[in-house]
C-alpha cells in the first residue's frame, strides 16, 4: 500500500501516536490546508444563515422576526465572519497552502511550523470573534468596518472583536510572509518567476497585500481598542479626534483586501481556463504582470470609500481616476482568459462551468464598480443596495465562485476521488441561478434608492425584496447540494489517478494520489512553460519514478 | 528533524546538477522571512507618524507647545543608551560569527542591560509626567479637562507610540534571554546564528523607530516660547 499524507505526517511537537493528535500538530502544508478548507466553509455557512435571517426579515416592511438592534447584529456577524473568516483567508489559506507549493516543486512551505502556528492563531482570533455572541453586552452592531465615533461609544463587545481582528490580521500576514519566502526560495531549479503557474502569481501579489497592508488597519485597531480603554482621542471627535482619519486608515488597508481576496481567486481562473481548454494560456506575461499591476494600483484607491465623507475635490478626482485604472489590468486578464478559449478545445466540466459563470457575475460586478467610481454615481449610489449588489456580485460572484472552482478542481487532487460529476453541475446551475434572482433585483432597488443596513423599508421595495428571498431560497439549495456532492465524492467516489484532468501544471506530476507526504518522488528541473498543450495534448509527461521528462 | 539534512539534487536533460533549496536549513530564506515581517513593523509604525502629521497640520501651535513640556535630557539619554545597545548588540553579531560565543553572550547581556536601563529611565519620565498631571485618564488628559485638544492629542500619541515602543523593548529583552537559552543549549552557534542574526535586526528596527520617533516628538517645540 503507497503511503499517502493520510496515513503520515510531521508534526510540530514530537510523534503522537493517535490521528487527532497528528492532525491538531500537523505541519505538513496539505493537511493544514484541509483543515482551513473545514473550518472556513463551515463559517460560511454560518455567516450564510445569518445572512437568510436578514433575508427573511426584509421579505415585508416592517419587524416580523427580530427587532432593529438584532438586524444590526446579524450583519456585523454576517460581515465579521464572510470578510475576517472567510475571504480574506480563504483561498490562499486553503489552496495557497495545499496547491501552492506543489506547484512550484517543494516540498513544504518555507516556515512549516510557523504555518502551523499561523492556523491555530486563526484557530484563536475566530473563537475571540464569535465569542462576543455570548459573552460582554451582546455581539457588536458597527458593521464590520468599526466605524468611529459609533464603534467608540457602543456599549456592545467591540473590544473583543476588535482584538479578534488584530489576531486574524496577523494570521494574514504571517501566511502572507510564509508564502512569499516560499516562492522566493523554494522554486524547483531552472522554475523562473516567468515559469511559475498563474496562480503561484497571484498568490505572491497576494502575499505582498498581506504583508504592506494588513498592519496599517492592524494599529487601527488598536488606536481604536486604545482609545475605548484609555480614552487617547484620536478618533474620537469629542475628544478632538477625527472620525474620518478612521476611515482613510481602515481604507488603506480593507481596500487592497478587496484585492488580495480577488488577486488568488483570479489566479485559479488562470489554471481551470487553459486546462479545460486544452490550450496554453493566451498572454502568461500579461495576466501574470497584471496581477502585480492590480495589487499595485490597488494601494492607493482607497479614496472612493470616502466621497461622501468630506474629502477635498481634488484628491475625490484622483482618487475616482486611480480606481478607473484598476479595471485595465482586470479587463486585460478578461480578455486573455476569452482569447485562450478561442479556438481551444473546451471541456465543459464543473470546474469549467464555475470559472464560465465567474466571467459572467464578475463582469456585472466589476462594471457595476465601475460605475460607482465616477464621483456622482457614487454620490447617489453610496450606501445604497446597489452598492451591496456590486460587492456581492464581485465577491461572491468572484471569489467565492471560484473557490468553489477551486474546489471542485483540485478535488481529485486532494481526496484522490471523483465526485458525480453530473450532480455537481446541477448545483452550479441552481446557484448559478439562485445568484443571480438573489442579487440582481437589489441592484436594481439600490439604484431606486432603498439604502443599505435598514431593517424596515417603504412598500413599494417590497418586490426586489421577495424576488431577492427567492432566489436566497433556490442559493442556499444550490449550496447544500453542492457540499452534499463534495462530501460524498469523497466519501464513495470512484477513485482516479494523479492527473484526470490532463493538466500540465506540477501539482497533477505526482506519483499517485492522494499526494504522498513529502509530495514530488523527487524534485524536477524545470524548462518548461506551465501551459504547454499541443494538439489538446499535455507536451510535458514525465516519467513518475524519477520526475525526468520522457516526452 | 534529528537525522542531517541532506539537499535534493535535481537532473536536467543534458544531466547537468542542480541543489535543490530545502525549507530546511534555509539561512537566507529565514533573514528573508524576517526582513518582510520587519517591513509589517515600518507600517505599523508608519500608520501612527502619518495619524500624528496629521494632527499636527490640524494643531501646530497645541504640539509645539506641548512638545517643549517633554524632558529632553532624560529623551536623549535614552537615545543615546538605545544607540549604543544597537552597537552592542551588531558588535554580538560579529562576535558570533568570528566563533567567539563567549563575547557574544557578553555583548547580548550588556544589550539587555541597556534596555533595561532604557525602561526604567522611561518609567521616571512618565512618572513625571503623571505628577503634572499629564497621562492617559489621568487628569488633564480626561475628556472634560480643559487642555486644548492639539495637547491631548499630542500627549495621547506620545503615551501611544512610546508605549508601543516600549513594548517592543521588552519583546526584545524576552528575545534575548530566549537567545541566550538558545545559545547555552547549543542551538545557536557560529555556524547556525540566523536566530542571533534576526533577533539583531529585530533591535535595530526597534532602534530605527525611536530614532524618528525621539525628533517627532521631544525636539520638534525644542525652542519653542523662548
Not at chain 1, 460607482?372 to 465577491?395: E, K, N, P, W
Not at chain 1, 412598500?459 to 463534495?486: C, D, K
Request: hydrophobic share 50%; charged share 15%; glycine share 10%.
Amino acid at each position: 500500500m503507497k503511503k499517502t499524507y493520510f496515513d503520515e505526517t510531521h508534526c510540530a511537537i514530537g510523534h503522537p501516536k493517535s490521528t487527532f493528535m497528528q492532525w491538531m500538530l500537523t505541519i505538513d502544508h496539505k493537511r493544514i490546508g484541509i483543515m482551513y478548507a473545514v473550518v472556513m466553509m463551515t463559517f460560511f455557512f454560518v455567516a450564510v444563515a445569518t445572512a437568510f435571517l436578514m433575508r427573511l426579515e426584509l421579505f415585508a416592511p416592517g419587524g416580523q422576526f427580530i427587532d432593529g438592534d438584532t438586524f444590526n447584529q446579524a450583519f456585523t456577524l454576517h460581515g465579521v465572519i464572510m470578510i475576517f473568516l472567510f475571504m480574506v483567508p480563504g483561498i490562499p489559506a486553503i489552496f495557497g497552502n495545499i496547491v501552492m507549493p506543489l506547484m512550484i516543486g517543494a516540498k513544504d512551505v518555507a516556515f512549516p511550523r510557523l504555518n502551523w502556528f499561523t492556523f491555530w492563531l486563526y484557530i484563536v482570533g475566530a473563537l475571540f470573534a464569535l465569542s462576543t455572541l455570548w459573552t460582554g453586552n451582546g455581539f457588536a452592531d458597527t458593521g464590520w468596518t468599526f466605524y468611529a465615533p459609533y464603534s467608540l461609544n457602543t456599549d456592545t463587545s467591540v473590544v473583543m472583536l476588535l482584538v479578534a481582528a488584530f489576531i486574524l490580521g496577523m494570521a494574514s500576514i504571517l501566511t502572507g510572509l510564509n508564502f512569499l519566502v516560499t516562492i522566493h526560495r523554494l522554486r524547483a531549479p531552472g522554475m523562473t518567476f516567468f515559469k511559475m503557474p498563474l496562480f503561484v502569481w497571484g498568490i505572491y501579489a497576494t502575499g505582498w497585500i498581506q504583508l504592506l497592508a494588513t498592519p496599517v488597519v492592524g494599529i487601527t485597531l488598536i488606536l481604536a481598542l486604545l482609545e475605548k480603554l484609555l480614552g487617547i482621542g484620536i478618533f474620537d471627535p469629542a475628544k478632538g479626534g477625527d472620525p474620518v482619519l478612521f476611515e482613510h486608515l481602515f481604507w488603506i488597508y480593507s481596500h487592497p483586501a478587496v484585492y488580495l481576496m480577488i488577486l488568488p481567486a483570479f489566479g485559479v481562473m488562470s489554471e481551470i481556463i487553459p486546462t479545460f481548454s486544452r490550450k496554453e494560456v493566451f498572454g502568461y506575461r500579461t495576466i501574470a504582470l497584471s496581477s502585480a499591476a492590480i495589487a499595485g494600483i490597488g494601494y492607493l484607491v482607497w479614496g472612493h470609500h470616502l466621497f461622501t465623507s468630506g474629502m477635498a475635490d481634488l484628491a475625490k478626482t484622483v482618487f475616482s481616476f486611480l480606481t478607473f485604472f484598476v479595471a485595465v489590468p482586470t479587463g486585460i486578464k478578461f480578455y486573455d482568459w476569452v482569447a485562450t478559449m478561442y479556438g481551444g478545445k473546451i471541456v465543459l466540466r464543473t470546474p469549467m462551468l464555475w470559472a464560465l459563470g465567474t466571467i459572467i457575475t464578475f463582469v456585472i460586478g466589476g462594471l457595476t464598480g465601475v460605475t460607482i467610481t465616477m464621483i456622482g454615481v457614487d454620490i447617489h449610489l453610496q450606501d445604497t443596495y446597489y452598492t451591496v449588489a456590486h460587492f456581492h456580485y464581485a465577491m461572491l460572484g468572484g471569489v467565492a465562485f471560484l473557490m468553489f472552482a477551486g474546489m471542485h478542481y483540485w478535488f481529485p487532487l486532494v481526496t484522490g476521488k471523483m465526485y458525480n460529476e453530473a450532480k455537481a453541475k446541477i448545483a452550479f446551475y441552481i446557484i448559478f441561478i439562485g445568484f443571480n434572482f438573489l442579487w440582481f433585483p437589489m441592484l436594481i432597488a439600490g439604484y431606486l434608492g432603498m439604502p443599505r443596513r435598514y431593517f424596515d423599508y417603504l412598500p413599494e421595495f417590497q418586490i426586489y425584496h421577495q424576488v431577492a428571498f427567492f432566489g436566497a431560497v433556490v442559493f442556499i439549495i444550490g449550496i447544500t447540494l453542492m457540499m452534499y456532492v463534495l462530501i460524498q465524492g469523497w466519501r464513495k467516489g470512484e477513485k482516479v489517478g494523479p492527473n484526470p484532468w490532463n493538466a500540465t501544471t506540477l501539482e497533477w506530476h505526482l506519483p499517485y494520489s492522494p499526494a504522498p507526504l513529502e509530495n514530488h518522488t523527487k524534485v524536477p528541473y524545470v524548462d518548461f512553460d506551465p501551459y504547454e498543450y499541443k494538439n489538446g495534448e499535455p507536451v510535458v509527461k514525465f516519467d513518475y519514478a524519477t520526475m525526468k521528462r520522457i516526452d | 528533524m534529528a537525522h542531517e539534512y541532506v539537499p535534493e539534487i535535481a537532473t536536467d536533460r543534458e544531466g547537468n546538477e542542480y541543489v535543490v533549496q530545502g525549507w530546511q536549513d534555509d539561512f537566507y530564506g529565514g533573514k528573508l522571512g524576517f526582513w518582510l515581517f520587519m517591513f509589517t513593523e515600518v507600517m505599523m509604525f508608519g500608520a501612527m507618524f502619518l495619524a500624528l502629521t496629521y494632527y499636527k497640520t490640524l494643531h501646530p501651535e497645541d504640539f509645539l507647545t506641548a512638545s517643549h513640556h517633554l524632558n529632553r535630557l532624560l529623551g536623549g539619554t535614552n537615545t543615546v543608551i538605545l544607540l549604543i545597545s544597537a552597537l552592542t548588540m551588531g558588535l554580538g553579531l560579529l562576535k558570533m560569527r568570528v566563533g567567539d560565543v563567549k563575547g557574544a553572550k557578553l555583548m547580548i547581556y550588556i544589550t539587555m542591560f541597556l534596555a533595561a536601563m532604557f525602561l526604567a529611565i522611561k518609567g521616571v519620565e512618565w512618572t513625571e509626567e503623571y505628577e503634572h498631571g499629564i497621562f492617559l485618564m489621568h487628569d488633564k488628559l480626561l475628556p472634560e479637562s480643559s487642555f486644548p485638544f492639539g495637547e491631548k492629542l499630542f500627549y495621547g500619541l506620545y503615551f501611544t507610540m512610546t508605549g508601543l515602543h516600549g513594548f517592543h523593548i521588552i519583546i526584545g529583552i524576552g528575545l534575548m534571554i530566549w537567545l541566550l537559552k538558545r545559545i547555552n543549549a547549543g542551538k545557536v552557534t557560529p555556524e547556525h546564528h540566523i536566530l542571533h542574526w534576526n533577533i539583531a535586526l529585530y533591535w535595530d528596527i526597534v532602534h530605527l523607530i525611536w530614532v524618528f520617533v525621539f525628533p517627532y516628538f521631544y525636539m520638534i517645540g525644542a525652542n519653542h516660547g523662548n
